[in-house]
């Protein structure tokens, strides 16, 4: 057996998402792994147990491994642990009280007097005027009978398997509108899978409890351990248990609506509590905020809000329960207060504090839009990496200068067979004409590896990275790649599409995807000039770039891919994702190398990756000689600003002082 201490630095502890890092990091393994935190010993695989030690912040766990590969999964899970667990970069810091830092408020809408003033805790920023709508939630009804335990344990089964399909799809609603907030609803798959809850509710029905109860009494039992840590954030996590709970149990009922039953006006939401399943499925154009009895800051809840842009108040006790149906009030989820039956002067002032923000918000979308050009002259395309039409509609709507990156999978994926040539149209027209005539890189399809297809069988490779995938893959079925190429060209003309081959490592793979576009060409008959490009994600491309210079219409770098290539490190790796850098000076060079060669040869080269988007990073990629940048629809307001705030000048001497370095550590210390 091995064992080791550890300290969490996470400044939030082992809330949700490094929990839930953490337990992934140890599944990896066959050893029994226990995790130790005070007087209590858990389950490492375990996230409801992890999550229910309540580890803060400089915390320390003991950690035990028992196994055949015990020595590997103690040095990975220490690895893992001294890298953040997932939360190195962008990581929001608490405030003193361990709540997030508030976002400036506006002027104070102050009450006509204290009677009519009802004080809770700002967990979302914004004002809301209008009248107010309670929720009500009614109680699902638990099946008491017994049908045996093999039929009670399949019908648990297939609940469960429905409940995963719902987060998976509540999952990708949520990450049209904000990806970050989306991982939620994988903690909430992961709970589903929780070994230990399995196990706890296997032994409730081998004591012929029914599937329902036995599951209701289960999760209640964790979720009111978890409920009476003492971290405020800890606990809040046992809002997610009982969110994750309840969508099993009503599975069972056979009761399965999703969203509230709102009135045909804008409401102000009055509840008790709200779960990140309930607050994710709101129609922003019926709901204006939102006030709970119950609740924190810090529960997902109130996140799903600040992503969703709702203004928000919760624990602002019972009283709000109280309030007849329609009372007008003003909500300010700066303050924490909502105000009931505002007099006009508090109206007012109300409004005026409204408009303030809506003209601030007005005036953020349109410096969004505007292009960004560098105070020495030099414009720099923005432009977004999109999945679908309805994140084709928001980066037109966020500033996008085009879409970089088409990700097309999304029509192949969580299906049974390939989409029709003309589902594939009809969506690639409908994204074209969402994007008004802005250019759209289309990447064919781009699986195997971590993407594998049920309706395309893939021989098992020891390791799928290195074989089938990409262009590769498609070019050994062309019938595949063809009815895609079909559907695209058919939608050239409805916009500005482009094409582009991920994966290409030679210049026959590139011949043989060029011909093929030729030949759908001459069958369909149309006469819309398409770009062609390749993606630089294989080192032997990029090395490669001066030879397809001349052939190709365009480059466009997956750093993403680049990376973990160049680096032989898996960027996703729990114990290698912080060395696998895309500032390492090796992949700089490689891009340098890609950017000389485009221009060399009257071509252009953009950035696909997570880097584009990366601050530290960005003013390096235009001083290598990028001209184009790609990013998530959130980042493009921020990655324009930045842009506007450089000297091209000053960017061209960092990136010689960068292809100096030796490390990507070093690269990161330099200042421009």
């Known amino acids: 057996m091995k064992a080791c201490d550890l300290v969490i630095q996470n400044v939030t502890g082992l809330h949700a998402r490094p929990a839930r890092e953490f337990v992934n990091v140890a599944k990896q393994f066959k050893a029994k792994i226990q995790v130790q935190h005070g007087e209590k010993k858990v389950n490492a695989k375990s996230l409801i147990s992890i999550l229910a030690l309540g580890v803060r ?71 809301a005027i209008g009248p107010i709508f309670q929720l009500t939630k009614q109680t699902v009804a638990v099946r008491q009978t017994f049908a045996g335990a093999e039929a009670e344990k399949a019908t648990l089964a297939a609940a469960l398997t429905t409940a995963q399909q719902q987060l998976v799809a509540l999952r990708d609603q949520m990450a049209a509108q904000a990806a970050d907030e989306a991982a939620i609803f994988d903690v909430h798959r992961d709970i589903l899978d929780d070994p230990e809850l399995e196990e706890m509710v296997r032994a409730a029905i081998d004591n012929k409890q029914s599937a329902a109860q036995a599951w209701q009494s289960s999760v209640e039992a964790r979720a009111k351990i978890m409920a009476g840590l003492d971290d405020p954030l800890l606990a809040a996590r046992a809002a997610d248990l009982r969110d994750v709970g309840e969508r099993v149990l009503r599975i069972l009922a056979g009761d399965e609506a999703t969203g509230a039953s709102l009135p045909d006006h804008p409401i102000i939401l009055i509840a008790h509590d709200l779960s990140p399943s309930d607050t994710a499925a709101l129609d922003k154009d019926k709901v204006l905020g939102i006030c709970t009895a119950a609740g924190g800051p810090t529960a997902h809840a109130a996140i799903i809000a600040r992503a969703l842009g709702l203004p928000a108040v919760v624990s602002a006790g019972e009283k709000v329960l109280k309030l007849a149906a329609e009372t007008a009030v003003i909500l300010n989820g700066h303050s924490g207060t909502l105000t009931r039956n505002p007099d006009e002067a508090t109206l007012t002032a109300a409004r005026a504090a409204q408009e303030q923000e809506q003209a601030q918000r007005k005036a953020a979308v349109a410096a969004a839009a505007d292009p960004a050009i560098t105070q020495d002259g030099q414009r720099v395309e923005v432009v977004a990496n999109i999945g679908n039409v309805a994140d084709a509609q928001q980066a037109y709507a966020a500033g996008a200068e085009g879409v970089g990156l088409l990700r097309t999978e999304f029509l192949f994926m969580e299906r049974d067979e390939a989409p029709s040539e003309e589902e594939q149209f009809a969506v690639y027209r409908d994204i074209a004409q969402a994007l008004h005539n802005q250019p759209v890189i289309v990447r064919t399809l781009d699986i195997g590896g971590d993407k594998p297809l049920p309706y395309i069988n893939v021989p098992h490779e020891e390791n799928p990275f290195l074989g089938e995938r990409g262009i590769r893959l498609c070019l050994n079925r062309p019938d595949l790649l063809r009815q895609q190429l079909r559907a695209i060209l058919r939608a050239a003309s409805h916009g500005t599409l482009r094409i582009m081959f991920p994966m290409v490592a030679d210049l026959g793979e590139w011949h043989a995807a060029k011909q093929m576009v030729q030949e759908v060409q001459a069958e369909i008959g149309g006469e819309t000039a398409v770009s062609l490009g390749i993606m630089i ?100 307001a921020t990655v324009k600003a930045q842009i506007r705030g450089l000297q091209l000048a000053d960017a061209r001497t960092l990136a010689q002082q960068a292809l100096q370095c030796r490390t990507a550590a070093e690269v990161r210390a330099l200042k421009i």
């Open 57 to 127: 912040s400089g915390g320390t766990i003991r950690v035990e491994a028992d196994g055949v590969d015990e020595m590997e999964a103690m040095v990975a899970l220490e690895t893992a642990v001294s890298s953040g667990l997932g939360e190195n970069h962008h990581h929001q810091e608490p405030s003193s009280n361990g709540q997030p830092q508030p976002a400036p408020a506006p002027a104070p809408v102050v009450a006509a007097t204290a009677d009519n003033l009802i004080v809770g805790l700002p967990a979302a920023p914004g004002i």
């Open 537 to 636: 994600e294989i080192p032997a491309a990029a090395l490669m770039a001066d030879a397809f210079a001349p052939e190709v219409d365009f480059f466009s770098i997956g750093t993403n891919d680049l990376t973990q290539y160049t680096l032989a490190m898996d960027r996703m790796h729990p114990t290698l994702a912080k060395q696998a850098d895309g500032l390492h000076p090796a992949i700089l060079r490689l891009i340098h190398t890609t950017a000389e060669a485009a221009h060399r040869a009257g071509k252009w080269v953009g950035v696909c990756g997570e880097l584009g988007a990366d601050p530290q990073a960005l003013p390096i990629l235009l001083g290598l000689g990028v001209d184009e940048l790609s990013v998530n629809v959130p980042a493009l």
